[in-house]
T-cell receptor
Framework: DVKVTQSSRYLVKRTGEKVFLECVQDMDHENMFWYRQDPGLGLRLIYFSYDVKMKEKGDIPEGYSVSREKKERFSLILESASTNQTSMYLC????????????FGEGSWLTVV | GQNIDQPTEMTATEGAIVQINCTYQTSGFNGLFWYQQHAGEAPTFLSYNVLDGLEEKGRFSSFLSRSKGYSYLLLKELQMKDSASYLCAVRDQRGYSTLTFGKGTMLLVSP
C-alpha cells in the first residue's frame, strides 16, 4: 500500500515561530503537494513539486515556503507563523505516469497561538 | 478563474439513494475526481471521470458531462458509515495532477 506519512499530527506553535511540516511518501512518486483545509473553504493548494528541488506556487502560497531535497520528502515551512495559519495541512503525492490516484497523508493540525 | 460548486449539506436515510451534484468552471479540464472524507481523517479516492458518461463502482457511481461542466456522485443503499464529507475536485491545466477542490458536501445518513 502507498503510504504518505506526515510526521506531526498535532502541533501548537506561538506567533512568529518558524514551523516545519514534514511529509514522506514511500512510492517513488514524482509529484507532491501541500494543501490546507479550513471549514467553509475546502482544500486549497499551497505549493507543489514535480521533481527534486523543483517547486511551484499553488493558489495560496503567501506566508509559506517548501523544500524538496529528496524525492520522497516534501517539507512545508512557515517562516513566521501567524494565527491565520491555524489550519489542517494535508500532504499528497502521485506519480506522473498515471496521476489518477492521488494519495493523501493523515493531516497535520496546526494551532498558532 | 476556478469555481467549483457543490451543496454544503445533504441528509438521507439509511438504505436510500442520494445524488450529490457538482458544477465547475475551470481554466482547462483534465479530469474530475470525487473523494470521501470522514471527520478528522484524510480524503480517500472514490472515482475519476475524464470522458462523458457514467462510471460505476459498487454502490458508488459518478457521472460527467463536460459540455455542461457538471458531475454527480450517486450513492446507493446508503449505510450509516457513508456519513462523511464528499469532495468534488477538478484537475486543471496546470498539470502535475494539481487539483482544485470544491468546498465539500457534508452528507448525514440517519437510521
Amino acid at each position: 500500500d502507498v503510504k504518505v506519512t506526515q510526521s506531526s499530527r498535532y502541533l501548537v506553535k506561538r506567533t512568529g515561530e518558524k514551523v516545519f511540516l514534514e511529509c514522506v511518501q514511500d512510492m517513488d512518486h514524482e509529484n507532491m503537494f501541500w494543501y490546507r483545509q479550513d471549514p467553509g473553504l475546502g482544500l486549497r493548494l499551497i505549493y507543489f513539486s514535480y521533481d527534486v528541488k523543483m517547486k511551484e506556487k499553488g493558489d495560496i502560497p503567501e506566508g509559506y515556503s517548501v523544500s524538496r531535497e529528496k524525492k520522497e520528502r516534501f517539507s512545508l515551512i512557515l517562516e513566521s507563523a501567524s494565527t491565520n495559519q491555524t489550519s489542517m495541512y494535508l500532504c499528497a503525492s502521485t506519480d506522473t505516469a498515471t496521476g489518477n490516484t492521488i494519495y493523501f497523508g493523515e493531516g497535520s493540525w496546526l494551532t498558532v497561538v | 478563474g476556478q469555481n467549483i460548486d457543490q451543496p454544503t449539506e445533504m441528509t438521507a436515510t439509511e438504505g436510500a439513494i442520494v445524488q450529490i451534484n457538482c458544477t465547475y468552471q475551470t481554466s482547462g479540464f483534465n479530469g474530475l475526481f470525487w473523494y470521501q472524507q470522514h471527520a478528522g481523517e484524510a480524503p480517500t479516492f472514490l472515482s475519476y471521470n475524464v470522458l462523458d458518461g457514467l462510471e460505476e463502482k459498487g454502490r458508488f457511481s459518478s457521472f460527467l458531462s463536460r459540455s455542461k461542466g457538471y458531475s454527480y456522485l450517486l450513492l446507493k443503499e446508503l449505510q450509516m458509515k457513508d456519513s462523511a464529507s464528499y469532495l468534488c475536485a477538478v484537475r486543471d491545466q496546470r498539470g502535475y495532477s494539481t487539483l482544485t477542490f470544491g468546498k465539500g458536501t457534508m452528507l448525514l445518513v440517519s437510521p
